[in-house]
């Protein structure tokens, strides 16, 4: 799959498959964005990286700084798709909600935490797997402000992009080696995920208290 990944970084409808892949992830959680995302800081890395043995690199790289700003601009605007989805979905989406008690609680703590300006659940929320999806949905069914929303949006978008967009970039680097450099700043990424859905999980502190 990396080897699949790293030829279509010599191509430039990478910029477009990585835009669409974040885009569109917010509502098929299972798309590989993040992998599309380190594999092409990788290339960049790689493309720099002056190694002991010559490595033939695409003439064709992406470029780190588009990169970055592609992968906020393209998650800032699939919460906002996602949010106005869930603003409009009406009694389908309250029965789709009911029928799972995590997205209930889910969506129950997040109202809360907005009102009380804990939009930070909202970043962290960003690195856990369809975490993405339960906030921007609910914070649009909740009908939060925009103005509530976004600037959180906007922050996780630059967190999880500047951190997968650096995972690849400087692990290549470091390692001297694309398909390792990718292959453990995946590793990262899942590990970051992991312990979002943890946090996102906890009960919040007024809770634990009681």
Known sequence: MLET????TASPWIYALV???????????????????????????AAGAAGPVPVPVPEQVP????????????SVLGDMAAFRL?????????????????LTRAH?????????????LVVIARFAPAGRSVVSLGAGKTQRKVAEFLPWSVLAGMAWAG?????GYFGTQWLGTQWLGTALSVV???????LAAFL???PPPATTAA
């Open 108 to 120: 129950e703590r997040l109202g809360t935490a907005l009102a009380r300006g804990g939009g930070a």
């Open 163 to 167: 951190y997968s967009v650096a995972l």
């Open 19 to 45: 835009a669409l892949s974040i885009v569109l992830d917010v509502f098929l959680p299972v798309l590989p964005s993040g992998v599309l995302v380190i594999t092409a800081a990788a290339a960049a890395a």
């Open 200 to 202: 996102v999980r906890r």
């Open 86 to 102: 869930g603003r409009r979905g009406g009694a389908r989406l309250d029965r789709a909600i009911a029928r799972s008690r995590r």
């Open 63 to 74: 470029d780190i700084l588009l990169l970055l700003v592609i992968a906020t601009t393209a």
């Open 188 to 194: 990262a990424l899942f590990a970051a995920g992991a």
């Open 5 to 8: 990944l790293g030829s279509l």
